[in-house]
T-cell receptor, first 116, second 114 residues
Framework: AQSVTQLDSHVSVSEGTPVLLRCNYS??????LFWYVQHPNKGLQLLLK??????LVKGINGFEAEFKKSETSFHLTKPSAHMSDAAEYFC??????????????FGQGTELSVKP | GAGVSQSPSNKVTEKGKDVELRCDPI?????LYWYRQSLGQGLEFLIY????????KSGLPSDRFSAERTGGSVSTLTIQRTQQEDSAVYLC????????????FGPGTRLTVL
């Protein structure tokens, strides 16, 4: 079965410092992995996706993630946090079987706080 | 262009009443998904439509939940005899086709069952 585990429920950083949100996946074959962000009272927005091309994936707003098969990880990073990055972040795996239609399995979410 | 829209944005109902939640996907998107986001369960899949058919209903939590899609576009999620545990944000997403990677999410409907 495919699943994702977000290792931290809450991360707090200071503005201008690096961000690291950790995600491990479980999959019996090469997965498609995503990071989505949800700002308070807003819908989910795609940050970036990995679909078996380059292992280092760049997304919007300066975020990037690296797919590491040997570590079964897909951690999200950003060199310098901004106040507007405060939100909840979800690591997501996409199921591939025909009748599953590519449904998404979400991690439990990591809430990112950014201090001035 | 227009994104995924959902209505109503908020719905408060009494226990035992039926509710209907609506989703308008992005024009031309053939795949449509319903998810539920609740405090205890996180984000969980409910049902998937390809066109008007639903090949995967595995996430519907009980037979009180049903969904339909007509004309390959608008979808309605119906909850009968609502219970307090149905309180959650119901999210709809669509994507271009079965092979497409990215699902685009609507803003959600917040359902509160009193």
């Amino acid at each position: 079965a495919q699943s994702v585990t977000q290792l931290d429920s809450h991360v707090s950083v200071s503005e201008g410092t690096p961000v690291l949100l950790r995600c491990n996946y479980s999959s019996s074959y090469s997965p498609s992995l995503f990071w989505y962000v949800q700002h308070p009272n807003k819908g989910l927005q795609l940050l970036l996706k990995y679909t078996s091309a380059a292992t280092l994936v760049k997304g919007i707003n300066g975020f990037e993630a690296e797919f590491k098969k040997s570590e079964t990880s897909f951690h999200l990073t950003k060199p310098s946090a901004h106040m507007s990055d405060a939100a909840e972040y979800f690591c997501v795996v996409r199921l591939r079987f025909y009748n599953q239609g590519g449904k998404l399995i979400f991690g439990q979410g990591t809430e990112l706080s950014v201090k001035p | 262009g227009a994104g995924v829209s959902q209505s109503p944005s908020n719905k408060v109902t009494e226990k035992g009443k039926d509710v209907e939640l609506r989703c308008d996907p992005i024009s031309g998107h053939t795949a449509l998904y319903w998810y539920r986001q609740s405090l205890g369960q996180g984000l969980e899949f409910l049902i998937y439509f390809q066109g008007n058919s639903a090949p995967d209903k595995s996430g519907l939590p009980s037979d009180r939940f049903s969904a339909e899609r007509t004309g390959g576009s608008v979808s309605t999620l119906t909850i009968q005899r609502t219970q307090q545990e149905d309180s959650a944000v119901y999210l709809c997403a669509s994507k271009l086709g079965q092979g497409a990677d990215t699902q685009y999410f609507g803003p959600g409907t917040r359902l509160t069952v009193l």
